[in-house]
């Protein structure tokens, strides 16, 4: 569980589900999806990435990394997309989107596609996709710059920063990522609906916001018939609608 300690004092007299999110963010869909899923009453604080509204000093006090989502629970912050929907499903246990016999299982999921966003699905979806819109003047470079500490981060927006472009060795490099983690995700999903089994769980909600936007972006899935099986299925759940559709109904379009 990753709580921090907000410098913006304003956030700390929140009270109930406040969620500051990106309509076009990934991780931001899970979090939409499992209170969704969850039926939760929640404030929207949403943040347009497109106008850089995450790089300014109350935002970063927040969020110290300057990323989406961040939720506040009754004055509480938590940051980290994977953390949040564990911290929802503990907090609001009905219904559960865990097997209690598979716990680490599903946990080793959710580290997977963390540790794949930001050597992988960082780089492939800038590359196709956002990095002409999300480029930075010289002002929201030096100021972005001046807030963000975080030397992972800082070294990934240096890579697209000005007219930098990511290499040729980045793309090959996430490309091989993505391929090994699909690849475990189509033999996961041979036999069974989901990918814990046969309960929708926390590990479904992880993926499959990654699947939508690299889709987005002209990923080629007829390699993973499986998967691909997977991903109808979770379209058609309401949470995917209300949590994903509703706030970004065509990733290729943004």
Request: glycine letters at 4%.
């Amino acid at each position: 569980m990753t709580i921090i300690e907000p410098t913006n004092e304003s956030v700390k007299k929140l009270a109930g589900l406040h969620l500051y999110h990106g309509d076009i963010s990934n991780c931001s869909m899970r979090v939409r999806m499992t209170l969704e899923e969850k039926e939760l009453n929640w404030v929207s604080h949403h943040i347009d990435l497109k106008k850089k509204e995450n790089i300014t000093d109350e935002y970063f006090g927040i969020n110290p990394n300057g990323l989406v989502p961040t939720l506040v629970h009754d004055g509480v912050v938590h940051i980290e997309s994977n953390d949040i929907i564990d911290y929802l499903d503990a907090a609001f246990p009905d219904p559960s989107l865990r097997s209690a016999d598979k716990e680490a299982e599903m946990l080793e999921w959710l580290k997977l596609s963390a540790d794949l966003h930001v050597p992988a699905i960082k780089p492939y979806v800038y590359t196709k996709k956002m990095a002409p819109k999300l480029k930075k003047s010289q002002e929201e470079e030096a100021k972005y710059k001046d807030l963000q500490k975080n030397e992972e981060l800082k070294e990934f927006h240096s890579k697209h920063a000005g007219q930098n472009t990511f290499s040729d060795d980045d793309i090959r490099r996430s490309e091989e990522l993505l391929s090994d983690a699909f690849s475990r995700l189509e033999e996961s999903l041979k036999d069974a609906p989901w990918i814990m089994g046969d309960q929708f769980s926390l590990a479904d909600i992880s993926w499959i916001p990654i699947n939508f936007v690299l889709v987005g972006c002209g990923y080629d899935y007829s390699p993973y018939p499986n998967v691909m099986r997977w991903m109808a299925s979770v379209q058609a759940r309401e949470s995917y609608r209300k949590g994903i559709l509703n706030w970004c109904e065509d990733f290729s379009k943004v």
